[in-house]
């Protein structure tokens, strides 16, 4: 284990719903990341978090809302979200943000938007 | 454009044998290259990181090379296991004067079968 959790591990939502995907990382790190990982595409950065500030947003669409109550949780908030959203969802976390620091993933949400 | 290249796409190999995974970047100037493993269904784990300087870099049975000249660098696994079955990824972080670069360069992967 990573040291970094995510809940629910799979999701299935109609694109009316609202739902949240929660992160929690364990190693005491300052910054966390939200990613997406669609089939056949590498990794998208969607959301940066240093000391609890977004730092980073990578032009996500609003239907995606992030929330960083304190280091150590990461929530993505999700509604009105399109079929084209089923993805990996991946939460990391590093003790510093930058791409010098190493990230550390969590197992992932798996979603599907029905 | 940054980007990363990964080959072959897909690989199958017998246990016990070896191989080479290839990655190819276009990231100029960079401070890092890693090399993460992903289980079918999981996160990335992290295997080796190298800076620019590093030639290579071991972590058991996986030794990483790098040559910033040509800008190449390639994951060797020996005596492989049927838990090596995995995708792995290169990526690269570029080196900015500015300050941190939160944005890494990530390849598609190389989805790696072993197979008894």
């Known amino acids: 284990e990573t040291g970094v959790t995510q809940t629910p591990r799979h999701l299935v939502m109609g694109m009316t719903n609202k739902k949240s995907l929660k992160c929690e990382q364990h190693?005491?790190?300052?910054?966390m990341y939200w990613y997406k990982q669609s089939a056949k595409k590498p990794l998208e950065l969607m959301f940066v978090?240093?000391?609890?500030?977004?730092?980073e947003n990578n032009s996500v669409p609003s239907r995606f809302s992030p929330e960083c109550p304190n280091s150590s949780h990461l929530f993505l908030h999700l509604h009105t979200l399109q079929p084209e959203d089923s993805a990996l969802y991946l939460c990391?976390?590093?003790?510093?943000?930058?791409?010098?620091?190493?990230?550390?993933f969590g197992p992932g949400t798996r979603l599907t938007v029905t | 454009k940054n980007q990363v290249e990964q080959s072959p796409q897909s690989l199958i190999i017998l246990e016990g044998k070896n191989c080479t995974l290839q990655?190819?970047?276009?990231?100029?100037?960079?401070?890092?290259l890693r090399w993460y493993k992903q289980d079918t269904g999981r996160g990335p784990v992290s295997l080796t990181i190298?800076?620019?300087s590093e030639n290579t870099k071991s972590n058991g049975r996986y030794t990483a090379t790098l040559d910033a000249d040509t800008k190449q660098s390639s994951l060797h696994i020996t005596a492989s296991q049927l838990s090596d079955s995995a995708s792995y990824i290169c990526?690269?972080?570029?080196?900015?004067?500015?300050?941190?670069?939160?944005?890494?360069?990530w390849g598609l992967g190389t989805s790696l079968a072993v197979n008894p």
């Open positions: 190298m800076t620019f």
């Open positions: 190693l005491g790190h300052n910054a």
């Open positions: 978090y240093s000391l609890e500030e977004r730092v």
């Open positions: 990391a976390s590093s003790q510093v943000a930058g791409g010098a620091y190493e990230q550390y």
């Open positions: 990526v690269v972080s570029p080196f900015f004067n500015a300050g941190n670069n939160r944005k890494l360069i």
């Open positions: 990655c190819n970047y276009t990231v100029s100037p960079f401070s890092n």
